[in-house]
Every structure is written in structure tokens, then in C-alpha cells.
């Protein structure tokens, strides 16, 4: 019988073509190995001086990026434990939109560091419960480490030392500019109670042509389209904002018509066309001087909108549709006729203007709830790397409305931490004291990267730092320019200390879940065999 035909052991268990591996050799280090793979990639893009990838997705198109959340992404990483990396950073981008880098870099560095104890002979669990209470050790240190704190949300001035350090890591040279930029954005946004302050309130508009020096801010919104109309601006109006279309609508089932003489095929239209009229004039008549359609704007309505001098505009994208109702401060309606006085907005003033050969349809308003950052620069694939800084920069924002501390950045508050938990490791008893000390040795890696990436020696620089922090000046951190040392808080590098924390927590939790991974079993994949290229026969 079958049965008695199995294979012995545990591949006995399992369906033809699935695999299975165990132990230390097997398991664990193939997943270290995988996971170290990854960050290698990250790493070279972590700070002022990192470098950038060119990747090409699985659609052909190209990304010119150092954003490390837009790299794992495109990246499609299909290796288990280093989607669990992956994850982390995915995390770490939602709950603070910065420091995604740190996450993938010292998750590598710690898993690396792990697999020097185990090849030692020390257990997975020793390094699991010693990284544990590294963990927690450092949370505490962490709280010491406040260099600076935000006390006015509603201060430009304040919110450009906040978003300059995280815009510099992406954009260096760019950072004057654009934190100003986003803090004047973020500081039109405001709203009263801080915490209740949204991204999706900054939105950017690119402009291909021009500098970034010719990149603004408009209280408001800009589109990239033109009016529909002949109207190109209007001020201090009144607007109606429909979400469907301007036109008639036609009957649900097929008629026919006979027309039995001229007279009857000239007045065929008239009465379409009155309806149409009664409509706009009804508009014109509460005081509406723009329209905005969530759909297409017949002929024959955009005729009788120019007839009565109504601006007209149409936005195909609903959720565009809403931000635009945010700004004017009006609610879309889904029926044909005039608005209701509280269903109507208001606008400052709202005009056509071209950029670059480009039409754009800027909304002004008083008190907006919505602002525009408008980039300029003269290619998309620059356009794209300026968006994610500023993306990046009002996420900084967002975390300073919840927790108003900073830290040291150009890895000061690492080798501080790193500094503090080698004191500490030499108390702790039993075998978790090599863990402890891995993991302060771990912290090492933004320093040493940003030295590398600045084209300095990192050993020259770590030595440094460490002389630095034993002297007390816990600021010290990577100068990478005339390098090796700089007060960070002098120069202004200041890392959200939320961020951070928030970094270790995530990256802990996935090297912890890999470090307790000792099988990995897989079954046979569903589906039947890949077919060969260019219509050849399959292998099999």
C-alpha cells in the first residue's frame, strides 16, 4: 500500500515538492543571511550623503530614489523573514513617515550581530531575552537624550528647525528652501488643537520647468487643469460644487421620434435647451459665480455658463472633489438645480495661470483648511525625490503635534545609547551580557554609515565619538562634511525622539521574531508548472 511507501522522517508528512529546513545552520542563519542582504541595500542610502537607487519595477517604470520606504516596496521582496524587515519599515513609514532607513539598517546590523554569538555557540534564546533588556534598557536612556523641544506648533521658525534635519537626509542643499516651504504649509494648516493636525492637508502640485527657488506656497489649492469656460478668474465668489455631471439626462429606454415638419425639428431642441438655461439662470440667480463638476460639463451647459459669466471647472477625481469642498468650505451636491444657501462655498479668488506651458487652476481662500506646496524643478524623476521629502518633512510635523521633544541626530544619541548600554551590559550577569553588548555594538551602525557615506574612515569617526561622549559631550555627532565630530544641536541636527523610539520598537520586534524561527516549512506551490519563454516548450 501507499501508505506503508512514505519516506521517513518529516518530509514523509508532506506533499511532493515541499521543503523543509531546520536548525540553526539551515533555518536561522539562511534567514539572518537574507535579512542582512536586504539592509546591505539600504544602507548606502542613509543620511546627507547617501546614494541613490534606480530601480525598475515589475510595469517598466523607474524610480531614482533614496527613500528607503519606496525601495522595499518596488523592491517586492519575496524572501519570508526578510519580508518581516520589510514589514517593519512598512510600520515605521505609517506611524511616523520617517526614520525607515534606521529600521531596515539596524535590523540588518542587529541580526548580524546575533549571528556572531550563535556561530559562538550561544543559544537563540540567550540572545533573544539579552536583546529584550538592551530593548527596554534603551527606552529608558532614550528619555535623558532630549536636546531640544518644540513649544510653538504655530511658529514658522520652529517648524523649519524641525523638518530641516529630515529633508537634509534626502535633499541636501535643498533643505533651506523646502522646510520653509513645508512649515509655512503646515503652519496655514494648524489647527487649533494641534494634535488634530492632518497630512493630508499639505498637499503638493508639481510643476515640471523652472528651480526649486521658484517653488510657493497657496492657501488654497492648486489644480492642474484649466476652467472650462471662458471665465478665467474670479474674486470674492460664491461657489457651487456639484458631484455629477452638468447635463440633461436622458431616459433609461430607447424611444423614437417622428417629425413630421421643419417647424417641429427646430423646436425639437428648445425645450432642452430652456431646462438648461432655467438652470444656470437659477444658479446666477443665488449669487454662484463658480461651479466645480464632479463630472463631464455638456455643450450646452458650458454655453449657458459662459452666457451668464459663471466660472466653470471640472475635477474627474472625488477624492480631489472633497479636498476641494475642505478648502471653499462647501458640500457637493448630487442633484440638479440651485444650491442652498449653507450648501455654498467661498473663494477669495480663483484664476488661471500657466507654469511652464502648464495650466493651473489656483484656489485662493480665507482661513484654509487646505495648502498647497507648488515644486518646481526641471525633471520628474527630481519632482518625485523633492515630494517625498516634503511628504517626509509634514509627517515630522504630524509626530511633533503628538510629542514635542527632540533628540541629537548625526548618530550622537546612538553612541550615547551605545555608550550607556556597555556600562550597563558589564552588570548584567549570565550569558544575555554578550546580547547586551551586541546590541549597544549595533547602535555603531548609523554613525558608521553616514562616516562611510561621507566618504570618511568610520573607524577614525566611532573612535572619536566615543573619546566625545566619555568627556561628557553627549551631543557629539558624524560632522560630515569637514568631519569627524560636530555638535549636532549646534548645527541644528535634530532627530524626532518619537521617531526613534518608535524605530527600535519595530526593528526589536521583527529580529526578535526571526531570532525564534528554527524550522522553516513550505509547502508546494499551487498552480501548475511556469510556462517557457518566447512560446517555447515548458522544461518538464
Request: proline share 3%; with cysteine; charged share 25%.
Amino acid at each position: 500500500m501507499a501508505m506503508f511507501n512514505q519516506q521517513a522522517g518529516l518530509q514523509g508528512l508532506l506533499k511532493d515538492g515541499g521543503k523543509h529546513f531546520s536548525g540553526v545552520d539551515e533555518a536561522l542563519l539562511k534567514n539572518i543571511e537574507a535579512c542582512k542582504n536586504l539592509a546591505q541595500i539600504t544602507k548606502s542610502s542613509l543620511g546627507p550623503y547617501g546614494m541613490n537607487k534606480l530601480i525598475v519595477n515589475h510595469l517598466g517604470r523607474h524610480f531614482v530614489t533614496s527613500d528607503t520606504n519606496t525601495i522595499v516596496t518596488e523592491l517586492e521582496v519575496m524572501h519570508p523573514a526578510a519580508k518581516l524587515i520589510v514589514m517593519a519599515a512598512k510600520s515605521q513609514d505609517q506611524e511616523s513617515g520617517d526614520g525607515t532607513n534606521l529600521c531596515v539598517s539596524f535590523g540588518g546590523e542587529l541580526l548580524l550581530r546575533a549571528e556572531e554569538l550563535l556561530k559562538e555557540g550561544i543559544h537563540a534564546n540567550d540572545v533573544y531575552k539579552g536583546y529584550e533588556l538592551a530593548r527596554d534598557k534603551a527606552m529608558e536612556f532614550l528619555n535623558d537624550q532630549v536636546a531640544w523641544s518644540v513649544d510653538d506648533l504655530k511658529s514658522a521658525e520652529q517648524l523649519t528647525k524641525c523638518v530641516k534635519t529630515a529633508i537634509s537626509s534626502k535633499q541636501l542643499g535643498c533643505e533651506g528652501p523646502l522646510a520653509k516651504l513645508v512649515a509655512e504649509a503646515c503652519v496655514q494648516v494648524m489647527p487649533p488643537t494641534p494634535s488634530r493636525f492632518d497630512t493630508d492637508n499639505v498637499r503638493v502640485t508639481k510643476v515640471q520647468g523652472g528651480n526649486l527657488n521658484s517653488s510657493f506656497v497657496v492657501e488654497g489649492m492648486a489644480i492642474a487643469r484649466r476652467a472650462s469656460g471662458v471665465e478665467q478668474f474670479k474674486e470674492k465668489a460664491k461657489v457651487a460644487i456639484y458631484a455629477e455631471a452638468l447635463e440633461l439626462g436622458s431616459t433609461e429606454t430607447k424611444g423614437t421620434v417622428l417629425l413630421e415638419s421643419a417647424e417641429q425639428l427646430m423646436n425639437f431642441t428648445k425645450g432642452e435647451e430652456q431646462k438648461m438655461e432655467e438652470m444656470i439662470r437659477s444658479i446666477k440667480e443665488v449669487g454662484v459665480d463658480v461651479v466645480i463638476a464632479g463630472g463631464t460639463i455638456s455643450d450646452m451647459a458650458l454655453h449657458f455658463l459662459n452666457k451668464y459669466k459663471i466660472f466653470a471647472l471640472k475635477i474627474n477625481s472625488k477624492f480631489e472633489l472633497r479636498r476641494v469642498c475642505r478648502t471653499v468650505g462647501a458640500t457637493s451636491i448630487v442633484r440638479s438645480g440651485p444650491p442652498l444657501p449653507e450648501e455654498c462655498g467661498y473663494v477669495e479668488s480663483i484664476k488661471v495661470e500657466e507654469m511652464s506651458s502648464e495650466p493651473f487652476t489656483i484656489i485662493k481662500t480665507r482661513d484654509s483648511k487646505i495648502a498647497t506646496v507648488v515644486l518646481r524643478s526641471a525633471s520628474p524623476n527630481v519632482l518625485d525625490e523633492l515630494e517625498r521629502a516634503v511628504d517626509n518633512a509634514v509627517n515630522v510635523v504630524r509626530c511633533t503635534t503628538r510629542d514635542p521633544r527632540f533628540v541629537a541626530g548625526a548618530g550622537a544619541t546612538e553612541i550615547e545609547l551605545a555608550h550607556q548600554l556597555q556600562q550597563f551590559g558589564a552588570t548584567v550577569p549570565g550569558l544575555d551580557q554578550y546580547a547586551v553588548l551586541k546590541f549597544a555594538e549595533a547602535l555603531e551602525v548609523v554613525p558608521r554609515i553616514l562616516a562611510e557615506n561621507a566618504g570618511h574612515s568610520h573607524v577614525d569617526a566611532i573612535t572619536a565619538l566615543y573619546a566625545a561622549h566619555q568627556k561628557g559631550e553627549r551631543f557629539a555627532g558624524i560632522d560630515v562634511d569637514a568631519g569627524p565630530v560636530c555638535n549636532a544641536v549646534e548645527k541644528g541636527i535634530l532627530d524626532h525622539m518619537e521617531t526613534k523610539r518608535w524605530a527600535m520598537r519595530f526593528t526589536l520586534d521583527a529580529v526578535l521574531t526571526v531570532l525564534k524561527v528554527d524550522q522553516i516549512i513550505m509547502a508546494k506551490q499551487a498552480g501548475g508548472p511556469k510556462g517557457g519563454g518566447d512560446g517555447q516548450r515548458d522544461d518538464d
